[in-house]
């Protein structure tokens, strides 16, 4: 075994719960969640598959009615969803396995069908390009309603609320989701945060929201049990900033006050090389401002993996379509074996097809 093998494949003491490898799972919608939004056995048996990962994070899961955006995707607000929740938490701790999970409020990404009529909600009544993908269809996307200065104080409790709920359901910590262009990113960027008030304008004022729902994340289950998603230099859902590296870097700084378990940051899926203030490698941008443990995300394969890891641009790596489509991703970086080719057909919605049959390595050799 070569040095950049055992260096990726070494475990990592997470402020406390120790880590096998740096090999991590990224969370990925799936839209297979059962009735009102519960987690089910298929669920629980497609996360244990992959419970070899460094660590899992789950996909998205909203912490109220009012942050759902996505048909089939699981809560963590109702009591139903806290126990179907443990069916998946309990299998992979049976595999041996760690599992955060990624607390989610889509903002103004969704439609008035998940709201029985009601429009989405967010930090300023900016519409966003593009559909929303609902049970019956895509649909174009509406301007949401702008929350009142007064209504802001209830969503970061729902946050603290869905993290109290997680550990009752027997997840190891939290990830709060403030990528992507959802909620906490709406607050974050200048493109769609035209508030007025305490909550928009500087810099400073559109972060607080994500600091605010960190504190109240970390001090309701424990800044060791909690990581938070950014993108900096994300477009995705429309998304843009005027200085995002200034803008990040403030909120990245800002929360070394908390000592979290981690920054999990989200490389850029387009090209943002020839955009002034755009970094186009975050992790190795925002490395010196962070001072604790970092993920990156983005597109990496085995190799690239590896040289983050000896560059020292992160502490562990994030994968997404790659664990969807291997569930021994780990197992299969260690031996340098071939991958199972992912199925973008079945990515959302569905059955076990394209969920729970892709081929584990040692079924790949006896079919050989």
Sequence with gaps: MSESKNLFLTNYNLSGLELPNRVIMAPMTRSRAGDGNVPTEMNAKYYK????????ISEGTQISPQGVGYPWTPGIHSNGQVEGWKKVTKAVHEADGRIFAQLWHVGRISHPVFHDGDLPVAP??????????????????????ALETEEIPGVIEDYANAAENAIAAGFDGVEIHGANGYLI??????????????YGGSVKNRARFALEVTEAVAEAIG????????????EFNDMHDSNPKQTFGYLIEQLNQFDLAYLHLVEPLTDVSDMKNYADN????????????????GNYDRESGIR????????LVAYATLYLANPDLPERFAANAGLNEPDRETFYGGDEKGYLDYPF???????A
């Design 185 to 198: 990113d709406q607050f974050i960027q200048d493109s769609t945060n035209k508030r007025t008030d305490r």
């Design 308 to 315: 983050a890891l000896e560059n020292d641009h992160a502490d």
């Design 361 to 367: 390595m040692e079924e790949t050799e006896e079919v």
């Design 282 to 297: 975050v992790a190795v941008h925002f490395r010196n401002v962070y001072d604790g443990t970092l993920i990156t995300c």
């Design 223 to 234: 800044a060791e049990k909690t990581g938070i998603r950014l993108s900096p230099s994300g």
């Design 49 to 56: 598959q992959r419970a070899s990962a460094g660590l899992i």
């Design 124 to 145: 300023s009544a900016v519409k966003p390009e593009g559909e929303a993908f609902t049970a019956s269809g895509m649909k174009e996307f509406v301007t949401p309603r």
